[in-house]
């Protein structure tokens, strides 16, 4: 049997069939005959111990890309806020940056200064007090509304 590079080496590091099933694109058969022809055991059943802390979740959960942003890869809400979750306690992706980057609470809303849909990376993470200092800022130097 010919199996696929990415396949098996997703196999080989661990993942669950259906996680590689998603991963690369293929059916949850394929990858079963996979790990039988690179005779891998299976994957232990039940569920995965959490993460460290919240903060190792978010980082497990995300993805550099160009311009120092960070693509959010893990669970976003109705809305598409990033959500984070760790041991039961679910927070914005944002709110984790933001406490990353300043190591304290954001005050208001935690959003992304940056365009980059969806960036949570915790240098791009403003709050609402930071925010009002930079439209202060903004108009003091150039006038009228941002």
């Known amino acids: 049997m010919k199996i696929r590079a990415d396949i098996a080496e997703r ?3 661990g993942l669950t069939v259906h ?5 690369c694109h293929a059916s949850h058969h394929t990858v079963t005959k996979a790990r039988n022809a690179l005779r891998l055991p299976p994957c232990k059943q039940g569920r995965r ?3 460290g802390t919240i903060e190792d979740a978010f ?4 993805e550099p890309v160009d311009g120092g942003h960070l693509k959010w890869t893990g669970h976003v809400d109705r809305s598409g806020t990033p959500i984070v979750s760790h041991r039961r306690v679910y ?4 709110r984790v940056a933001f406490r990353i980057r ?4 954001p005050i208001g ?11 949570v990376a915790p240098d791009h993470i ?3 007090p930071m925010r009002e200092h930079n439209r202060a800022t903004y108009h003091a130097l150039f006038g009228g509304d941002q």
């Open 59 to 62: 980082h497990a959960r995300t």
């Open 49 to 51: 111990p959490a993460a």
């Open 109 to 119: 809303k935690a959003l992304p200064s940056c365009d980059y849909p969806g960036c």
């Open 11 to 13: 196999l080989r590091q």
């Open 126 to 128: 403003d709050d609402q």
């Open 91 to 94: 927070q914005t992706a944002n």
């Open 102 to 105: 300043h190591g304290r609470e």
């Open 19 to 23: 996680q590689v099933a998603a991963e």
